[in-house]
């Protein structure tokens, strides 16, 4: 009987998440301890940085002589944050999220950094990734009394912080970390030292740099310490908690290092071109993967195109292998990002018209290399082929720079069920004639891993072979497909 109240408890618990559906997402994490500097601004253009990992909510939270201030809101960085706002958030220590819905509605409540109190003082925590044990954690809580205000698996995580007896918050992260499972790189601040959390496999990107000899600097992307004028040190690395305080950089490793498996979609999309990760730079590594895929791959063409922004470094790759010229056959829109103007129902239906537009002079009558980093569920590919067909294209050949995405990914980024990825449901043959191109061609897992230049054994490839690094609980597999069931009602 207990047992059977025990589940029942459970499916409640997975019911209220699954309501709100907004665990699953990619986040940008800034944190800053300068004493000397006005951490809040610098943070504020760390965010700006970071702005491509998360367009749904921003937050800084300052720590100064014990106390925390923090202000949080809906949009991207610039409309949260004013120059009143900035000069109100004083402090020697700051930390800063950008956050990315990936599904479900948005809400306020869900904006980080979300702020806690543990045993040792408040503190302030962001996070990027997605735990897979976030239900049964929540119930375990729920059990022992814990109330809960969002619906993010960040908040699980304070709240076993919280939780913890431990006379240390470091002592209390490293507790928190034996009971967590998935995918979490996090910025963890209290008012006087900023803190690195990284889970065991190194899923989510987060980095160290330095300023000015007298700060320290973690941000999810090495882009960002650029922005500021910080310099980059290294990658906290997998299952390492590090603090940075007047004391200097401290490091605990709670989990002897296991195998590492960085996301490689960080390659692919997610990561602004300029960052730097296991030591490659993104662009050129893109455009190494956009020269294999032309040796793997070629077309017999007039033009090479991107689908602009991230099919750029790839396409200028491709162009340059090939022989074939270079140029640009679509121009976006680069103030579309999430409006809070609902499109009517014929502009809703006009789809990817409001975010790109042909060049109908460069492309009418030419046969086209069309090279983009990926296909999901191929519903804004087709319409894309279809605006240069009407614009003249006498040919279309799409060329894409990573295998073929067939799996859903459980750990941070949300890549739909299985059945709504379209390389799941069909052939290359039957994709290329759904999207109406001419050739349709993938590159291949060897020459993906030969493009980064590092054993593959060192990424999680999950969302191409199924081999997730962390084991996925059946019940999370199922509540996955039931959220996204709901989302579409």
């Known amino acids: 009987m207990a047992d059977a109240r025990s589940s029942a408890r459970e499916k409640q618990a997975q019911h209220r998440l699954l309501a709100h559906p907004s665990c699953h997402e990619k986040c940008g994490v800034f944190g800053i301890y300068a004493p000397t500097h006005d951490v809040a601004r610098l943070s504020y253009f760390g965010l700006y940085a970071l702005q491509h990992r998360g367009q749904e909510s921003a937050g800084i939270a300052v720590g100064h ?17 004013d120059e009143e706002t900035i000069e109100r958030l004083r402090g ?46 929540r119930e375990q809580l729920s059990e022992e009394g814990v109330e809960f205000s969002s619906t993010t698996d960040t908040e699980v995580i304070l709240r076993l912080i919280e939780q913890s007896s431990a006379p240390s918050l470091e002592l209390a992260i490293a ?11 996090l910025g963890i601040m209290v008012p006087d030292r900023i803190i690195a959390v990284r889970d065991p496999h190194g899923v989510r990107p987060l980095c160290i740099g330095r300023l000015n000899n007298d700060g320290w600097v973690i941000s999810s992307e090495s882009c960002a310490l650029h922005v500021i004028g910080a310099r980059f040190v290294r990658e906290v690395e997998p299952g390492q908690i590090v603090t940075f305080s007047k004391s200097g950089m401290e490091a605990i490793q709670v989990f002897e290092p296991e195998r590492k498996a960085m996301c490689i979609f960080e390659f692919i999309y997610f990561a602004r071109p300029d960052s730097h990760i296991y030591g490659r730079n993104i ?18 063409a007039d033009l090479v195109i991107p689908v602009p922004e991230s099919g750029i470094p790839h396409a200028v790759g491709y162009a340059e292998v090939s022989g074939i010229p270079y140029g640009q056959g679509f121009i976006k829109n680069r103030y579309i990002h999430r409006t809070f103007i609902t499109p009517d129902q014929r502009l ?51 060329r894409i720079n990573c295998p073929p995405l067939r799996y859903p990914c459980f750990y941070g980024i949300d890549t739909s069920t299985q059945e709504e990825l379209i390389a799941a449901r069909m052939t290359v043959e039957e994709i290329r004639d759904h999207l109406g191109a001419d050739s349709l061609e993938y590159l291949t897992m060897p020459n993906l891993v030969k493009a980064v230049g590092l054993p593959k054994n060192n990424f999680c490839t999950a969302c191409f ?25």
């Open 65 to 81: 002589n014990g106390k925390i201030e923090y202000h949080t809101g809906m949009g991207l960085v610039s409309t949260v944050f």
């Open 348 to 398: 809703r239906d006009l789809g990817v018209h409001i975010k790109l537009a042909p060049l109908k002079e460069a492309i009418a009558g030419k046969r086209l290399v069309v090279v983009d980093d990926s296909i999901v569920r191929g519903t804004t590919t087709g319409p894309e082929i279809s605006l240069l067909r009407e614009a003249g294209a006498r040919e279309v050949h799409l």
């Open 283 to 300: 662009y050129t590594t893109r455009q190494r993967m956009g020269n294999l895929l032309a040796q793997q791959a070629p077309a017999d």
């Open 92 to 137: 020697q220590v700051a930390l800063g999220h950008v956050r990315y819905s990936t599904t479900g509605t948005t809400s306020a409540a869900n904006a980080q950094p979300l702020i806690g109190e543990h045993r040792s003082g408040p503190f302030a925590i962001g996070h990027n990734g997605n735990l897979v044990n976030t239900f049964h954690l």
């Open 465 to 489: 072979d199924a081999r997730y690094p962390i084991p996925i609980p059946e019940a999370v597999k199922i509540s996955k497909a039931m959220l996204e069931t709901e989302d579409v009602k």
């Open 175 to 185: 507790e928190a970390m034996h009971r967590m499972q998935g995918a979490y790189s």
